[in-house]
């Protein structure tokens, strides 16, 4: 198969050739996670960066984006508390989650968050009396193209929905800041932006008719990680984004915010799993069966219907290799990683190799059952300047 | 919508109602446990009932079953060390997982495990190097139409393979017991046992023609809860199964063995949870989204693809209804529950109502995240007699 010509990166390989940690386990190389950082930075000169928490909420991860004097886009009080307790500053932190209790806005607003996403009149309505004066923003429902892991319709309203929700924000007493959308996760087009782009720039414009003058425009997340299919590199979303921004809101350049999670931390770590067996089902079906020790339910969620192809490094890369089907060691149908997309790994491959899966530093420990079939949630091992 | 009938069912309700416990939770009746195990005992006379430990790993659960007589199906070295700590004995153990490391069966044998399930030649030597002369039976590879929850093609091998397999195991020391195989979870079609049973009864031949004679039928799991979509009563199920038995078995009557785990924990549950938001997305769109304080990270990871259709009280039961689409609490665009599945619930729902989810109690707390969104995991409560 085509790994991209990468194997695992150095530093980590060092790691765990050094410590050989019990598998499968996650590990997140923080000087990669400084560089990715930095990287977003460049392709998005200006822009605030409001870090997703939930693409590893890894205490060392936050503490070294909080050095790098980040801001951070949290789901809920416990990575508020999170943020918190590794450093950040409250006025860092923006609850971008519209769907919340009131109890914790209440939660949010008594630890000093001031900014807050919503796309509801219910959600407005708790902010203002839970959050009075706070800054808020509207998150727009587009539709977008070209996501790996696309949101569907669940966040955002439609924009005449918003532009009389930012109205009633500030009767309400609240800051009505801006607007925010999001293009979904792993976005592989760098043009999706512009359709959120040119919405925003319409609720602008329609409030402002009604003496409303909005300043935040937040272009949520979706830069990519490196995943089997190649993607644009960064500096050519940014183009598009800052091309985009220029067309449709003109001279009246917004203040920018993004929210990446994914293009920051996905390529910074590698999970490494363990062969648990090789097996083939009948003599008439020549596909191996490769199953390993981590699955969809202990790191590989984004495995769900195929969405994300990771990279795989095999001790036996080089030698011939045939088509496999990959699954997880659970008791669980729905366990299986690959079965449509095409991987062909080493026929030398036994029970007990070692396979590195890189860009795995998003969305999987987190997302570990804590004990599905008696497996273990994923540990996370942190390696590299701790800021 | 259509409960079938069924509120809340009163022994919970009042727990519920006394503790006001923090939503979302799960509460089990081990009362309704002990019953259920009695109907599935009574569906299947003479059958050995090995939990699915895997279903609802509560160690309260685990008790009850452990001071009823029952046996126990595992996925891992973790369940059997919760089993053993619940007082369950070695020889009541089965290590149904044909997925296991050499470390893990050396763990099991250890612990006194000494029977095993199988479905490849690499498997079958590291049982007989890591657990001499065990007893182990072979997972046939079936296609069955009719369960909610199938398990496609990751378990078992064809059964040609499975009776070279089974002598293999001769050769190797082990004592070759008998063969599995599952029908899929939540089979709505008690017929559905039939096709393996069948596939079964040939490798019973084939093997004894080859001087192997085995003696365990084990059904695997597949006996239904109740959800929204009905099913047949279990003596229908036992009845059906008793028949092919007899059809494909004649007067050589095998041991027959189940592994029942939504049947017995299932309908004991109820997940309490919270209504955090109602809102729309357009003034053009009559759906009302209803967001939950549980969603497929923290509880309902059955409702991946709709599978699961759980039955819903509400506290405005007998009021109008409209159609909703139902969410949980996540910045995650694929946390919808229910979207093409129809439901209609009270137009007067609100934020704050709490609403109990039926028949809950598989299949939810174990699956569910470890910090996903920095959402916790579901707490469970026991209630009833503990054995």
């Not at 605030?48 to 809920?76: C, H, I, M, Q, T």
């Not at 209440?106 to 000093?112: L, P």
């Not at 981590?294 to 290799?321: K, M, Q, S």
Request: hydrophobic content about 45%.
């Amino acid at each position: 198969m085509d790994h991209g010509g990468a194997g695992t990166p150095a530093r980590i390989r060092e790691f765990l050739d050094r410590e050989r940690p019990a598998t499968p386990c996650v590990v997140v190389d923080l000087d990669t996670v400084r560089e990715r950082y930095a990287d977003v930075r460049e392709a998005l000169p200006g822009a605030r960066l409001f870090y997703a928490v939930k693409a590893n909420p890894a205490p060392e991860v936050v503490r070294v984006l909080v050095g790098l004097g980040a801001s951070f886009d949290v789901a809920s009080p416990a990575e508020i508390d999170l943020c918190l307790a590794q450093g950040a500053a409250p006025e860092t932190i923006s609850y971008s989650n519209p769907i919340k209790k009131r109890s914790e806005i209440a939660h949010a607003h008594a630890a000093g968050v001031r900014l807050f996403a919503f796309d509801s009149e219910q959600d407005l309505e708790h902010l203002a009396a839970e959050a009075p004066g706070a800054s808020v923003f509207c998150r727009l429902l587009i539709h977008s193209e070209g996501a790996r892991t696309p949101f569907g319709k669940k966040f955002g309203c439609a924009r005449e929905m918003a532009a009389d929700l930012l109205v009633r924000a500030a009767e309400l007493g609240l800051d009505p800041y801006g607007v925010s959308f999001h293009v979904g996760s792993q976005q592989t087009d760098p043009a999706a932006w512009e359709v959120g782009i040119a919405d925003a720039a319409w609720v602008f414009r329609a409030v402002a008719e009604r003496g409303v003058r909005l300043r935040l425009l937040n272009l949520g997340g979706g830069l990519p990680a490196s995943y089997l299919e190649a993607t644009p590199a960064l500096p050519v979303y940014g183009k598009a984004i800052r091309e985009a921004v220029a067309r449709h809101f003109g001279a009246d350049v917004p203040e920018v915010a993004a929210e990446p999670g994914r293009a920051v931390v996905g390529d910074a770590g590698v999970l490494r799993t363990e062969v648990v067996l090789v097996s083939r089902k009948s003599y008439d079906d020549d596909h191996r069966w490769v199953y390993l020790d981590t699955g969809r339910y202990n790191g590989l969620a984004e495995c769900e219907g195929e969405a994300i192809a990771y990279r795989f490094v095999t001790p036996h890369d080089g030698g011939p290799v045939g088509p496999v089907v990959l699954a997880g060691p659970t008791c669980d149908g729905d366990d299986v990683l690959y079965q449509r997309t095409v991987y062909e790994l080493p026929l030398a491959l036994r029970a007990g190799d070692q396979i590195d899966i890189l860009s795995a530093g998003a969305y999987t420990a987190s997302f570990a059952s804590v004990f599905f079939n008696g497996f273990a949630p994923l540990p996370t091992h942190c390696i590299g300047a701790r800021g």
